[in-house]
């Protein structure tokens, strides 16, 4: 299932192709691998707190999130090879493609909600 990300406090879509990873192998891989992640892609990591770019080719914007989509720690473009620090308060991760965040003007303290993208009929 795919999902559209709103940045509910500014009004902005960030993403509606998001994928969701909820199982220990799909939290471990991530987007490990990926050559490109377009704009309105992403991955929301659930549970998590600290991430990696270890293996990875491009550089990411991430955000960090309380269990209320509030936004408590943001990383614009963190490049590949990078580990983060674990945020405490922190329960799920959004990673978009670089950019993402300053092009929507995505702040620290801002909610984001999900909500299921429509299905694409061929």
């Given at each position: 299932m795919r999902w559209k990300v709103?940045?509910?406090?500014?009004g902005k879509l960030l993403a509606d192709r998001s994928e969701r990873a909820t199982s220990f192998m799909d939290r471990f891989m991530g987007?490990?691998?990926r050559r490109s992640l377009a704009f309105g892609e992403g991955m929301h990591i659930i549970p998590c707190n600290s991430i990696h770019t270890f293996?990875?080719?491009?550089?990411i914007d991430v955000a960090f999130l309380d269990r209320d989509g509030l936004?408590?720690?943001?990383i614009p473009a963190?490049?590949?090879?990078?580990?983060?620090?674990?945020?405490?308060?922190?329960?799920?991760?959004l990673?978009?493609?670089?950019?993402?965040?300053a092009g929507s003007q995505t702040q620290e303290?801002?909610?984001?909600?999900?909500e299921p993208a429509e299905p694409q009929t061929p």
């Open positions: 709103n940045n509910v406090t500014r987007l490990m691998g293996f990875m080719r491009i550089p936004i408590v720690k943001q963190m490049p590949p090879w990078r580990l983060s620090s674990v945020y405490f308060k922190a329960h799920s991760v990673e978009l493609p670089a950019g993402t965040l303290g801002d909610r984001l909600e999900f």
